[in-house]
């Protein structure tokens, strides 16, 4: 392939302002290379001993990298998904997220259960939404546009806006900013997302669609911002 993909650990020297590498993948020992050839690297994540990386060219392989052992990190696990997934946000130790786009080039939401770290699996994808011919979110590339509020353990909120065309004539262009709840983030078998809706603005609003989305989560309200627009 025209791509290589290399993880090293590092670790600060005790008596230099230098790195030392610990460990790298692939290696002699494990020499599996990250994504399939041609592949480019979608989305990074790492949560404690864990690294989650998406690649990407016609599906999407999500990996999980076990780094508990610096000087051998490994490949443990692997899933093939349709689309690809720019953002990897940790739900729980057992539950991860992807926002990144379907397959039809839209945005689309994916749960994974990850409690098994060699066997990942698919908890389902949304599509946001079907009206829409064409669409993405700035969250896919700015982390900062994506809101995410642990409410309570059993109980977790997050706003992400979208902006796209609809389908039908006339056909608008237009800014959402999807609201949802999960509900039991820390069990796969059980977790559940729900919805109140979403908020929307069009040119023909008068309001500022263009510029970079930002949204705040207090109580039972939802301040969104656009560029000077609240």
Not at 29 to 57: H, Q, S
Not at 165 to 186: G, H, M, Q, S
Not at 194 to 209: D, H, N, R, Y
């Amino acid at each position: 392939g025209r791509i290589d993909h290399t993880l090293y650990v590092l670790r600060p020297d005790d008596d230099a302002p230098t790195l030392e590498v610990l460990g790298q993948l692939p290696s002699a020992a494990r020499p599996e290379e990250i994504g399939k050839p041609n592949e480019d690297l979608y989305g990074v994540r790492f949560v404690g001993d864990r690294a989650y990386f998406v690649t990407f060219e016609r599906i999407d392989p999500l990996y999980v990298i076990d780094l508990s052992e610096p000087t051998d990190p490994f490949i443990a696990g692997s899933l093939e998904v349709p689309g690809f997934s720019d953002f990897l946000h940790p739900v729980s130790e057992s539950v991860l997220l992807g926002l990144g786009r379907s397959d039809s080039r839209l945005t689309k939401l994916e749960f994974f259960d990850v409690s098994d770290l060699a066997s990942p699996q698919s908890l389902g994808a949304l599509t946001l939404d079907d009206s829409l011919s064409y669409s993405y979110s700035q969250a896919e590339y700015n982390r900062k546009a994506f809101t995410y509020w642990r409410q309570s353990p059993n109980e977790h909120r997050m706003a992400i806006p979208v902006e796209g065309y609809l389908k039908e004539a006339p056909f608008t262009n237009l800014a959402r900013l999807y609201l949802f709840d999960i509900v039991n983030p820390d069990s796969p078998s059980t977790l559940a997302l729900t919805s109140p809706g979403f908020l929307e603005v069009t040119a023909a609003t008068g309001v500022q669609i263009w510029g970079q989305h930002r949204s705040i989560l207090q109580e039972n309200a939802v301040f969104w911002i656009i560029e000077q627009a609240v």
